[in-house]
């Protein structure tokens, strides 16, 4: 079987470091190792490390500091692993392979289209369900979701707050689609890579609290500016299903590299969690204005549903021009990267991160401008 690539990663990965101004990513940006050792008596631990393997489920410290986020869970509850990519490609790996006569994923789209790419590459069959456009924000269809789940739906996949849109599932939804989900004895896989940067408001509700079948993959590359740890992990609803899922990682990657484990605490850490989340929430927060101040300014040509949370704006203009050409162009003549919707399904839509340098943003939205006003 021919593998189905990964438009999405494969065209960052091509371009990235190649062009001038790259506004694909969709977290904030990176912090220094030493904004994150801020404590200088921490360092001379640092040199002591050892790097050996380390326990492979992630060490009991760092599970322990990720289980406070999911209530009623402890370390067993969880699984760390090589960044939100591995936890993902994981618990979709055990779901397809250990779902007896069921062999269905239904999908929330738009979506990160990782689980859907990984579910199909391993030969198991895909139902969307959608995010729609309503007059007060992108809504799941709840309909679409319940004709889609069947006794053959081995899980209910969703990313919440959503890669592209941005959009958050409030409480109510996020129960419709749990019962739902529940009630014909499927798994709840809920991706929340980018719960912690909301652009105002309390942190996004997860998913963890509304299904007793439910797995939340997550990870620090996005809210915490650390995506080069690659550490991530699955948070499980209970430890016998964290424990199964660990004997899929054996043959992944064995365990997460020792210093992102060790980093990974520190991270974790109540005092520098808050630091980090208050970080990205004031990036994500600052860097909104000029997004929508640019928006503002250009609303003959582009338009969007503001984002919830996640550094990325979806959003939608109104040319004869494919999105694949249109991003193309811009990388070529203007020398910056942004996501073309046909990479999550959806023509005529650009998604544009804004959680990076503040100057390159506002070029690249000036030069993503003029290129849209010489085409309308
Ligand atoms: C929704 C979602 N899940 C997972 C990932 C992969 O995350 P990581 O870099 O931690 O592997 C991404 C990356 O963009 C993402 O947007």
């Not at 801020?38 to 040199?47: C, I, V």
């Amino acid at each position: 079987m021919k593998l189905e690539p990964f438009a999405l990663e494969r065209n960052q990965s091509l371009w990235e470091h190649e062009v001038e101004i790259n506004l694909t990513e969709s977290g904030v940006s990176p912090v220094t190792l030493g904004e994150l050792m801020d404590d200088p008596r921490a360092r001379p631990d640092l040199f002591d490390l050892k790097l050996g393997y380390t326990q492979t489920n992630g060490t009991i410290e760092l599970r322990e500091k990720i289980s406070s986020d999911y209530k009623g869970t402890s370390a067993a509850n969880i699984l760390a692993t090589n960044g939100g990519a591995e936890a993902n490609f994981v618990a979709a790996w055990y779901l397809l392979h250990e779902s007896a006569d069921r062999d269905e994923l239904v999908v929330l789209l738009p979506n990160y289209m990782q689980l859907y790419g990984v579910w199909k590459n391993l030969g198991g069959r895909v139902k969307p369900f959608h995010l729609k456009m309503t007059s007060t924000g992108w809504a799941p269809d709840i309909d679409e979701l319940e004709a889609a789940v069947t006794r053959k739906t081995a899980a209910v996949a969703i990313c919440t707050p959503n890669n592209p849109t941005g959009a958050i599932l409030d409480e109510s939804q996020l129960k419709q689609i749990a019962d739902i989900t529940y009630d014909r004895d499927a798994w709840l896989l809920s991706d929340e890579i980018y719960r912690g940067a909301e652009l105002e408001g309390p942190k996004a509700p997860s998913a963890f609290d509304y299904s007793q079948k439910v797995m939340v993959t997550s990870s620090l590359s996005k809210v915490y500016g650390l995506p080069g740890l690659r550490l991530g992990w699955i948070a499980t609803s209970d430890s016998q299903t964290a424990e199964e899922i660990w004997a899929y990682t054996d043959y992944t990657s064995i365990c997460p590299s020792a210093l992102s484990d060790y980093l990974g605490t520190i991270a974790l850490s109540d005092d520098v969690k808050t630091r980090l989340e208050q970080r990205a929430k004031g990036l994500v927060g600052a860097h909104w204005h000029i997004m929508k101040e640019w928006l503002d300014k250009n609303s003959d040509l582009i338009d969007a549903v503001p984002p919830k949370a996640a550094a990325i704006c979806f959003a939608r203009y109104d040319l004869d021009i494919p999105s694949l050409e249109l991003t193309a162009k811009l990388r070529m003549e203007k020398d910056v990267l942004i996501v073309p919707g046909a990479h999550f399904g959806m023509e005529n839509f650009l998604r544009i991160g804004f959680g990076y340098d503040e100057q390159k943003l506002r070029e690249g939205l000036r030069r993503l401008a003029d290129l849209l006003r010489s085409l309308s």
